[in-house]
């Protein structure tokens, strides 16, 4: 479990660093919309990735975030320039896979809640997203 908690708090953080990139350099047309979309959506994910990295320390101890910034380039290939919305598309659902995979795992319930919140607002952006990609 420990492993795959630590890869969705690294996924999280990589969505958020995206996020916040994609809000700062958005422009054209669609400004208003994309950059209030994105805005939302990255304070929202820093939440969670702050609170499930604590969740994680409290769990096991600090020695492995200091190797978030090394797993944050694994997220990379969701990086589509040519299309911002399809990134946010395959980062959000891979935090919907992850988070599947490790609610199959024995959790506590206050764990088991967070992600469950996590989820649910990740199904929420990814709805959004697929929307605007039409």
Do not use: P, W
Not at 95 to 103: L, P, R, S
């Amino acid at each position: 479990m420990k492993d795959n908690l630590f890869s969705l708090v690294t996924l999280l953080r990589a969505l958020n660093i995206h996020y916040q990139v994609s809000h700062h350099n958005t422009k054209g047309v669609t400004f208003f919309g994309d950059h209030e979309f994105l805005g939302g959506a990255y304070e929202e994910v820093v939440g969670d990735y702050d609170s499930l990295a604590e969740r994680f320390v409290c769990e096991f101890g600090d020695e492995d975030i200091s190797k978030l910034i090394d797993g944050i380039s694994t997220y990379n290939k969701y990086v589509n320039k040519n299309n911002i919305f399809k990134s946010f598309s395959l980062f959000e659902k891979e935090v919907q896979d992850q988070i599947e995979k490790i609610a199959k795992e024995k959790i506590s319930q206050g764990l088991y809640n967070l992600l469950g919140s996590i989820a649910e607002k990740s199904e929420s952006r990814y709805y959004k997203i697929e929307q605007r990609i039409k």
